[in-house]
């Protein structure tokens, strides 16, 4: 994942892009050459992703993590924090505490009885619309992950591609095989 790279996908001057990569690495989620870490793909899985959200979050100071502990950290004060103590202005603060929430919001010790929590529908998590069956196999949205006992988050990733009008049909291409390198880990995807 290179500074280029991040400046094209997310449409920021390479300064930002650079702040970026630079933050990624300090999370331990990429490598030195770019590529993904064990915590990154960690993160990705349902079974280890409280262990690699637990891996991040021992990066943030001692300080803010006793000012704000897991699961439910305050909004504010975080963002606050992130404020004074980077000395930030209040978008930067916001996007890293925002982060920081994700990461911190990783709640292991949830009891599988716990009543679930309501999502924006209205309905309890993993529930659905009781007059659509879900489909076999197919996990619901909001819906609890339990391994060995404990109610783990499920963590859903939405990726959007803008495509410049202007790129050509082998540029596409790339953008593509890039997205399938960093994401899935496969080299050359779709070649011998």
């Not at 280890?48 to 006793?66: D, H, K, N, S, T």
């Amino acid at each position: 994942m290179t500074v280029i790279y991040v400046a094209s996908v997310l449409k920021q001057k390479e300064e930002s892009a650079r702040q970026v990569v630079r933050n990624l690495k300090a999370a331990g989620l990429v490598e030195e050459d770019g590529t993904p870490t064990e915590i990154a793909n960690d993160w990705r899985d349902d079974e280890r992703y409280g262990e690699a959200c637990g891996a991040m979050l021992a990066v943030y100071p001692q300080e803010l993590r006793e000012i704000a502990p897991g699961p439910k950290p305050d909004r504010d004060v975080v963002k606050n924090w992130f404020m004074r103590a980077r000395k930030v202005g209040s978008g930067a603060a916001t996007n890293m505490a925002s982060t920081y929430l994700l990461i911190a919001s990783a709640d292991l010790g949830r009891q599988k009885d716990a009543p679930r929590r309501a999502t924006a529908s209205g309905t309890s998590a993993g529930g659905g619309d009781p007059k659509t069956p879900a489909r076999k196999g197919v996990k619901q949205t909001g819906q609890v992950v339990e391994h060995h006992g404990l109610s783990l988050p499920q963590a859903q990733i939405a990726v959007q591609i803008n495509i410049d009008p202007t790129m050509t049909a082998d540029q596409i291409d790339l953008v593509f095989a890039s997205m399938a390198k960093h994401l899935y880990g496969s080299r050359g995807a779709g070649s011998a």
